[in-house]
């Protein structure tokens, strides 16, 4: 510390990041307003477009912030590429293609807390897969956040739960989730690089791999011409979600470990509905308060496992 120039440290960046707190906090409220963005772009700019072009641009940021890793990054991607392919298109360009999907169908108040789930499929997922031990509460807690997720997908309406009539737009977003949890918990065997270098490989792949849904988009006559509006919503995503938090949530981790930083996961869904009310003005009803609650509470009975410090293997 005492390299680093009294005025620099006092800096409003260098506070920002040596506060895994900030950092983590705004990594949510990125992703919570990714859900606001992605109702913004109906009609706007369409959901394949968006898709690749986010990519494409945050592609191109990537690449130049890792350019001085790039040949020893690619030394240690080669041997694992299928595993790069699998992880980048589940993770990016499934997820995101879904999620702008049922923005055209859903609100994104459900948007919001349905991504809540996301832990609760990790904790499945890594039982499955890994046979990662799952304590009481984190079971409890998963079960809660699914009645929650449930409560979204029925729209609060028992009728329509048992007769199985859910909105299309949850569905694509819970089975985006399913893919983000895989995702998440492919990074358990990630290759040994830079983070930095990894989410430019990531990128590589979504970009890529998204190219061919924005064909069958301009094949389908869905393709529209993005508007100002449309710009804007791509400029957001190139660079906040899918750039700025990235690097503020790999920070966060590097700061406090994964279990802790995974905690501010439940700040995704509270700031995503709350955002959704005051800029879109969508109703929040007596079901979403219902359901936000189990969310956010199943997420927090789940971490009281989580020891702080916890690093994953």
């Not at 707190?21 to 705004?26: T, V």
């Not at 957001?236 to 503020?248: D, G, H, K, M």
């Not at 802790?260 to 955002?275: D, Q």
Request: with cysteine; charged share 10%.
């Amino acid at each position: 510390m005492s390299d680093i120039p009294a005025k620099a440290r006092a800096s409003p960046w260098h506070a920002l990041w040596n506060s895994p707190m900030l950092l983590l906090s705004l990594t949510a409220l990125m992703f919570a307003g990714h859900s606001v963005v992605g109702r913004l772009a109906v009609g706007e700019i369409a959901p394949m477009t968006l898709t690749c072009a986010r990519w494409g641009l945050a592609l191109i940021l990537l690449g130049f912030a890792a350019r001085g890793n790039f040949r020893r990054d690619l030394a240690v991607l080669r041997p694992r590429w299928i595993f790069i392919v699998a992880m980048g298109a589940l993770g990016f360009t499934a997820f995101n293609a879904l999620f702008y999907s049922a923005a055209h169908r859903t609100s994104a108040l459900n948007l919001s807390i349905l991504q809540g789930a996301i832990p609760a499929f990790v904790l499945i997922g890594a039982r499955l897969v890994f046979g990662v031990r799952v304590t009481g509460w984190q079971a409890f807690g998963t079960f809660i956040t699914m009645v929650g997720v449930v409560a979204i997908a029925a729209q609060g309406d028992l009728a329509r739960l048992l007769a199985l009539a859910f909105n299309g737009g949850d569905l694509m977003m819970l089975l985006a989730c399913v893919f983000y949890a895989g995702y998440t918990i492919g990074l358990r065997d990630r290759p040994q690089l830079s983070g930095l270098g990894f989410l430019t490989a990531m990128a590589a792949v979504a970009f890529v791999t998204s190219i061919p849904l924005l064909a069958l988009e301009v094949f389908n006559g869905a393709f529209i011409l993005p508007t100002l509006k449309g710009l804007g919503v791509l400029l957001y995503a190139a660079l906040l979600p899918s750039l700025l938090a990235q690097i503020f949530y790999m920070r966060g981790v590097e700061l406090i470990g994964p279990g802790r930083a995974g905690v501010y996961v439940n700040l995704v869904p509270v700031f995503g509905a709350l955002l959704a009310v005051a800029l879109l003005g969508e109703a929040f009803a007596p079901f979403h308060v219902v359901a936000l609650i189990l969310v956010v509470a199943g997420i927090a009975l789940a971490q009281r496992a989580v020891r702080p410090g916890f690093t994953s293997s």
